[in-house]
């Protein structure tokens, strides 16, 4: 079944006009349409379909591909998966709508090829194998097998490809009823053309308007049900609608006090290639806290304390943090902005970031970074000793300490004996109490409180002296407010694995340490008390996967570089279509025409061989048809004589003109032909009849009909 | 056997007709169907409602002719052995005998054929194809006239089993009588007011003059022009929207044959693209299957093969 006239084109334009292409569905549905004004047509043969239709399919295919990761699928679904939770649930089905309505929306433009091949091609119907693998082998094995193979019976892409553009059309933005209206327009239209000849056309126009009422009422009450049930409790849907930076520039939740095993992961989640043959930064800091709170740190501040770091030059993708500082070392960053909004993990004392492609970059009084923009950002980080962008401690915060942890502080200062040491030998005093009498674990037992005074940390102290990187960061940072010097708590990143001659930065890697002020210096620096053999601890029984595991991580890497523009290969990739396309267009459309040519001589020798082409009757049917009476393609030459005759002024002619035909016909189809004389008849008698044709001819001609 | 000229040819026919058309009045263009059939050597197909004469028809043209002619009135429980004929065994020659059916005739009437169980209506394949029956291992050919009448009632359907497609196939032409005018309608009650005019109606035509009939419709000429618009025809019903299964080639041998047939009647010696589109329908039609929403929105096979003449390049 072919679509009526413009129906299609009707269609493209409103696909284009709700789905917001409307330039893009104008030109294709004039592409379309030029079918009706032109004569070019192309012989595709059973093959040159399927590759359409391959083509369209893998189209198809890298469309699905990338609407799902533009739209957060395979964060939102490894979310899912990991952790699966009502939130991460919700955030993999809305990845997964935002995909289909994205793929949806592409789906005219995808399948334009094939139907543009079945229009403009001299065959109505593509056979059904074209489109099925399945009917395809099934047809081969008959032939193989020497079983009959069943006719195909073929189908016209029109009105397959007419529900595709309404199901297109159907994601759109406008809230009007517009979408509505031209539906049942277009429908009614597409319906007209295939309505049963057998019913009246009131009866026809009485069930089209029954069966539009009762859309019109269906698609009203679901949009009612929708309100009431977003009306029963608002709060249901409020609270899926959270996200997270990753690290909370705000405050830190510690494990601290946390019974069990604390669970890491090898997922890769930063990469790191050193500048200039520099060494790798040792930490990456993502944010330091001043107030703790057992066993939360704060930030003591609010998202309002973020300044905006102005580009400069604009445009630049250069950011400086510390205009004035000269750095010393550089570092290539690449790291994962979960939700397109995220703190960035920098060595400390970066000055000035190169080549960060984002939208806005903010930072805070204790080091945090935040940069909106792609979901991974790749940028070179500048950095040096010397100043940071954190801001000078404050004695109210940055020197308090809880009240439940003072006496096990003191206790440990005074066991140590620390007061009254310079900054360089308390450090030292407390990397070797650290370093020496306690070991890493990420397992914490069972312990018995012993009174309602006891903490976590002081547990940590004086008892167990075993835990992982925040008991020791939340110690020396206490440790050394007690002793009157300011610290912070900082996280982040250590950086150890080399990988080739980059680094490589896992879940695992994420780490506490403390950040102490020198006050002789007036600069912040890092200060890290906890044993160094927490790499070897954390690195420890290493899955037999891993490779796959790292491998999978570098692949999505890689598709997160194409996908957020970080990497040259979408451009290469439209270079590498270009040709890939042309060539395909070049088998499909230059080899069918040359086919095309190749049979048209038989054709044409088929059609100018037949005798008798040349025969003077056909100069009198052209000065008849001339005069309004013209022979339609399926009429035989007697049936329109007689239309002619009918002609009071031709009347005289009609015993003539049947003479004529008949030796005319005896010229044309009795293989034996004319002879000699009867030729010259034929010749003689059809010029006689032209003449007194134009004797006729001042009379007006009136067609029976 | 004899070759004819072509005037005597015209000449039998327009005897036969005559005859013919004492009986049948105001069916001279079922009649002339009905000749061309029997002279390109189809079978016919009378498909019309109860009454119109197809029976009558059938007889007129049995008793103008000289030829065997048998009847079989089809029904539920008729065998195929009922037709083609059955072994018996003789127990004075301790041997079997084969009593021949009703096939072995020039001229069968199958009188509403769709009473039949498809086994039995299945009896007629080889011999309306191939003018010959296969019984008990043994082939036996039939006389070199065999011509099939059937008749059916497309009103009543209970009781009824529609034509397999492959026995739709072997019948050259299918076509209706339609009912005649009122004053030819009185004319007919004039006619048997007493009694039955086929009664005595004698034969006009010998057998010899039937098969030297159907010998000069093979000699008519037949341009290579015309037999590709008779291919293009047959074919376009492959190709057109609502037709499930299209015309064989079988078709367009019957076409060009029954054409031949025609022109001969027409007085020429040669076919001409009238003689193809007059035939079209009646024997192209009736071979195709229509799909079912095609058939459910109104259009017919009949529907489709004119639409098919109308828009197909006639050779001019």
């Given at each position: 079944?072919?679509?009526?006239?413009?129906?299609?084109?009707?269609?493209?334009?409103?696909?284009?006009?709700?789905?917001?292409?409307?330039?893009?569905?104008?030109?294709?549905?004039?592409?379309?349409?030029?079918?009706?004004?032109?004569?070019?047509?192309?012989?595709?043969?059973?093959?040159?379909?399927?590759?359409?239709?391959?083509?369209?399919?893998?189209?198809?295919?890298?469309?699905?591909?990338?609407?799902?990761?533009?739209?957060?699928?395979?964060?939102?679904?490894?979310?899912?998966?990991?952790?699966?939770?009502?939130?991460?649930?919700?955030?993999?089905?809305?990845?997964?709508?935002?995909?289909?309505?994205?793929?949806?929306?592409?789906?005219?433009?995808?399948?334009?090829?094939?139907?543009?091949?079945?229009?403009?091609?001299?065959?109505?119907?593509?056979?059904?194998?074209?489109?099925?693998?399945?009917?395809?082998?099934?047809?081969?094995?008959?032939?193989?097998?020497?079983?009959?193979?069943?006719?195909?019976?073929?189908?016209?892409?029109?009105?397959?490809?007419?529900?595709?553009?309404?199901?297109?059309?159907?994601?759109?933005?406008?809230?009007?009823?517009?979408?509505?209206?031209?539906?049942?327009?277009?429908?009614?239209?597409?319906?007209?053309?295939?309505?049963?000849?057998?019913?009246?056309?009131?009866?026809?126009?009485?069930?089209?308007?029954?069966?539009?009422?009762?859309?019109?009422?269906?698609?009203?009450?679901?949009?009612?049900?929708?309100?009431?049930?977003?009306?029963?409790?608002?709060?249901?849907?409020?609270?899926?609608?959270?996200?997270?930076?990753?690290?909370?520039?705000?405050?830190?939740?510690?494990?601290?006090?946390?019974?069990?095993?604390?669970?890491?992961?090898?997922?890769?989640?930063?990469?790191?290639?050193?500048?200039?043959?520099?060494?790798?930064?040792?930490?990456?800091?993502?944010?330091?806290?001043?107030?703790?709170?057992?066993?939360?740190?704060?930030?003591?501040?609010?998202?309002?304390?973020?300044?905006?770091?102005?580009?400069?030059?604009?445009?630049?993708?250069?950011?400086?943090?510390?205009?004035?500082?000269?750095?010393?070392?550089?570092?290539?960053?690449?790291?994962?902005?979960?939700?397109?909004?995220?703190?960035?993990?920098?060595?400390?004392?970066?000055?000035?970031?190169?080549?960060?492609?984002?939208?806005?970059?903010?930072?805070?009084?204790?080091?945090?970074?935040?940069?909106?923009?792609?979901?991974?950002?790749?940028?070179?980080?500048?950095?040096?000793?010397?100043?940071?962008?954190?801001?000078?401690?404050?004695?109210?915060?940055?020197?308090?300490?809880?009240?439940?942890?003072?006496?096990?502080?003191?206790?440990?200062?005074?066991?140590?004996?620390?007061?009254?040491?310079?900054?360089?030998?308390?450090?030292?005093?407390?990397?070797?109490?650290?370093?020496?009498?306690?070991?890493?674990?990420?397992?914490?037992?069972?312990?018995?409180?012993?009174?309602?005074?006891?903490?976590?940390?002081?547990?940590?102290?004086?008892?167990?002296?075993?835990?992982?990187?925040?008991?020791?960061?939340?110690?020396?940072?206490?440790?050394?407010?007690?002793?009157?010097?300011?610290?912070?708590?900082?996280?982040?990143?250590?950086?150890?694995?080399?990988?080739?001659?980059?680094?490589?930065?896992?879940?695992?890697?994420?780490?506490?340490?403390?950040?102490?002020?020198?006050?002789?210096?007036?600069?912040?620096?890092?200060?890290?008390?906890?044993?160094?053999?927490?790499?070897?601890?954390?690195?420890?029984?290493?899955?037999?996967?891993?490779?796959?595991?790292?491998?999978?991580?570098?692949?999505?890497?890689?598709?997160?570089?194409?996908?957020?523009?970080?990497?040259?290969?979408?451009?290469?990739?439209?270079?590498?279509?270009?040709?890939?396309?042309?060539?395909?267009?070049?088998?499909?459309?230059?080899?069918?025409?040359?086919?095309?040519?190749?049979?048209?001589?038989?054709?044409?020798?088929?059609?100018?061989?037949?005798?008798?082409?040349?025969?003077?009757?056909?100069?009198?049917?052209k000065r008849l048809a001339a005069r309004g009476v013209p022979r339609a393609a399926g009429e035989p030459l007697s049936s329109w004589l007689e239309r002619v005759a009918d002609v009071p002024v031709l009347a005289d002619l009609r015993a003539s003109l049947h003479e004529l035909l008949r030796l005319h016909y005896r010229y044309r189809f009795d293989p034996l032909g004319l002879s000699a004389a009867e030729r010259a008849t034929l010749s003689a008698e059809a010029k006689a009849c032209l003449e007194r044709l134009a004797q006729a001819e001042r009379t007006p001609v009136t067609t029976a009909k | 056997m004899t070759t004819i000229t072509p005037a005597a040819a015209r000449a039998i026919y327009q005897?036969?007709?005559?005859?013919?058309?004492?009986?049948?009045?105001?069916?001279?263009?079922?009649?002339?169907?009905?000749?061309?059939?029997?002279?390109?050597?189809?079978?016919?197909?009378?498909?019309?409602?109860?009454?119109?004469?197809?029976?009558?028809?059938?007889?007129?043209?049995?008793?103008?002719?000289?030829?065997?002619?048998?009847?079989?009135?089809?029904?539920?429980?008729?065998?195929?052995?009922?037709?083609?004929?059955?072994?018996?065994?003789?127990?004075?020659?301790?041997?079997?005998?084969?009593?021949?059916?009703?096939?072995?005739?020039?001229?069968?009437?199958?009188?509403?054929?769709?009473?039949?169980?498809?086994?039995?209506?299945?009896?007629?394949?080889?011999?309306?194809?191939?003018?010959?029956?296969?019984?008990?291992?043994?082939?036996?050919?039939?006389?070199?006239?065999?011509?099939?009448?059937?008749?059916?009632?497309?009103?009543?359907?209970?009781?009824?089993?529609?034509?397999?497609?492959?026995?739709?196939?072997?019948?050259?032409?299918?076509?209706?009588?339609?009912?005649?005018?009122?004053?030819?309608?009185?004319?007919?009650?004039?006619?048997?007011?007493?009694?039955?005019?086929?009664?005595?109606?004698?034969?006009?035509?010998?057998?010899?003059?039937?098969?030297?009939?159907?010998?000069?419709?093979?000699?008519?000429?037949?341009?290579?022009?015309?037999?590709?618009?008779?291919?293009?025809?047959?074919?376009?019903?492959?190709?057109?929207?609502?037709?499930?299964?299209?015309?064989?080639?079988?078709?367009?041998?019957?076409?060009?044959?029954?054409?031949?047939?025609?022109?001969?009647?027409?007085?020429?010696?040669?076919?001409?693209?009238?003689?193809?589109?007059?035939?079209?329908?009646?024997?192209?039609?009736?071979?195709?299957?229509?799909?079912?929403?095609?058939?459910?929105?109104?259009?017919?096979?009949?529907?489709?093969?004119?639409?098919?003449?109308?828009?197909?390049?006639?050779?001019?």
């Open positions: 079944m072919k679509p009526p006239p413009l129906l299609l084109g009707a269609a493209l334009l409103f696909w284009g006009w709700q789905s917001e292409f409307l330039i893009v569905g104008a030109v294709l549905a004039v592409g379309l349409e030029a079918a009706r004004w032109t004569r070019a047509r192309w012989e595709f043969s059973d093959e040159d379909f399927s590759r359409f239709w391959t083509f369209c399919s893998l189209m198809f295919l890298a469309a699905l591909v990338y609407a799902f990761t533009a739209n957060d699928g395979p964060s939102s679904f490894g979310s899912f998966f990991q952790n699966p939770n009502l939130a991460t649930q919700r955030s993999a089905g809305t990845s997964s709508s935002r995909t289909a309505s994205a793929i949806l929306r592409w789906v005219p433009i995808i399948f334009f090829p094939f139907i543009a091949a079945q229009i403009y091609s001299t065959r109505d119907k593509i056979p059904l194998a074209a489109i099925s693998l399945i009917m395809r082998r099934r047809r081969n094995q008959a032939r193989l097998l020497g079983q009959p193979v069943l006719p195909d019976p073929g189908f016209h892409a029109g009105y397959p490809y007419f529900a595709a553009c309404l199901l297109a059309a159907s994601v759109h933005a406008a809230e009007d009823h517009s979408f509505f209206w031209g539906l049942c327009a277009l429908l009614a239209w597409a319906l007209w053309a295939q309505r049963s000849r057998r019913f009246a056309v009131v009866v026809w126009a009485l069930a089209l308007l029954a069966a539009i009422t009762v859309g019109f009422a269906g698609q009203r009450s679901i949009s009612q049900l929708q309100r009431y049930l977003e009306h029963i409790n608002p709060q249901w849907f409020a609270r899926f609608m959270r996200r997270g930076f990753g690290f909370d520039p705000m405050q830190s939740r510690t494990a601290l006090g946390s019974v069990g095993e604390l669970k890491t992961s090898g997922e890769i989640i930063i990469r790191l290639e050193p500048k200039g043959g520099s060494p790798p930064p040792t930490y990456l800091r993502q944010a330091s806290y001043r107030q703790y709170r057992t066993p939360i740190w704060f930030a003591g501040g609010s998202l309002d304390d973020f300044t905006f770091v102005p580009e400069s030059p604009p445009n630049s993708f250069i950011w400086p943090l510390l205009p004035e500082k000269t750095n010393t070392a550089g570092v290539n960053i690449a790291s994962y902005l979960s939700g397109r909004r995220g703190l960035l993990p920098l060595p400390h004392g970066s000055g000035r970031l190169e080549q960060l492609n984002v939208i806005e970059l903010k930072k805070n009084l204790t080091g945090a970074v935040l940069a909106s923009g792609p979901g991974l950002a790749v940028f070179d980080a500048f950095y040096g000793p010397g100043a940071t962008i954190d801001s000078p401690p404050e004695l109210d915060t940055d020197l308090s300490v809880p009240d439940r942890e003072i006496p096990v502080l003191d206790q440990v200062i005074d066991d140590l004996n620390l007061r009254g040491q310079s900054l360089a030998q308390t450090l030292l005093t407390l990397n070797g109490f650290f370093g020496d009498q306690f070991t890493y674990s990420t397992w914490q037992g069972a312990v018995r409180i012993q009174n309602t005074n006891d903490t976590p940390l002081g547990r940590f102290l004086t008892q167990t002296r075993s835990g992982h990187c925040e008991y020791f960061a939340t110690a020396t940072v206490l440790l050394l407010r007690r002793l009157e010097i300011p610290a912070r708590y900082a996280v982040g990143f250590a950086v150890h694995e080399s990988s080739g001659d980059n680094y490589v930065v896992r879940l695992r890697d994420a780490h506490a340490w403390t950040l102490v002020w020198d006050e002789t210096r007036q600069i912040w620096t890092d200060f890290d008390t906890t044993p160094a053999s927490w790499i070897q601890e954390e690195s420890k029984n290493p899955t037999p996967w891993r490779w796959l595991s790292d491998a999978w991580s570098r692949v999505k890497f890689e598709v997160a570089k194409f996908r957020w523009g970080q990497s040259r290969v979408r451009q290469y990739l439209v270079w590498v279509l270009v040709p890939v396309l042309a060539l395909l267009l070049y088998q499909i459309i230059v080899r069918s025409s040359r086919r095309r040519r190749r049979e048209k001589p038989l054709e044409d020798e088929a059609n100018f061989t037949w005798p008798g082409l040349d025969s003077e009757f056909y100069l009198l049917e | 005897r036969i007709a005559d005859n013919i058309a004492r009986i049948m009045q105001g069916q001279s263009a079922a009649t002339r169907k009905l000749l061309a059939a029997l002279a390109s050597g189809g079978h016919v197909l009378l498909e019309d409602f109860p009454g119109t004469g197809k029976t009558t028809l059938a007889k007129a043209l049995a008793r103008s002719l000289d030829a065997k002619f048998k009847r079989v009135q089809f029904t539920p429980d008729l065998l195929p052995s009922d037709i083609l004929g059955v072994s018996i065994f003789n127990q004075r020659d301790q041997r079997f005998f084969f009593h021949e059916g009703p096939v072995f005739t020039n001229i069968l009437l199958a009188d509403e054929i769709n009473r039949a169980s498809p086994r039995t209506q299945s009896a007629l394949l080889e011999a309306m194809g191939e003018g010959q029956v296969s019984v008990d291992g043994e082939r036996r050919d039939l006389d070199s006239l065999f011509f099939v009448i059937a008749t059916q009632n497309p009103v009543e359907f209970r009781g009824t089993y529609p034509l397999p497609e492959a026995q739709m196939d072997r019948f050259a032409m299918q076509f209706t009588l339609g009912y005649v005018q009122p004053a030819e309608e009185v004319a007919i009650l004039s006619a048997q007011q007493h009694n039955h005019p086929l009664e005595q109606l004698t034969s006009c035509a010998s057998l010899a003059d039937v098969l030297a009939l159907k010998r000069a419709a093979e000699d008519v000429r037949i341009s290579e022009e015309l037999k590709r618009y008779v291919v293009e025809l047959v074919a376009a019903t492959r190709t057109t929207t609502g037709v499930q299964l299209g015309a064989s080639p079988r078709a367009s041998l019957a076409l060009m044959k029954a054409a031949q047939a025609l022109a001969l009647f027409d007085g020429l010696d040669f076919v001409t693209p009238e003689q193809v589109q007059e035939l079209a329908v009646p024997v192209i039609a009736h071979r195709l299957v229509m799909e079912p929403q095609a058939r459910f929105s109104g259009l017919t096979t009949q529907g489709v093969v004119e639409d098919v003449v109308k828009k197909t390049k006639v050779p001019a």
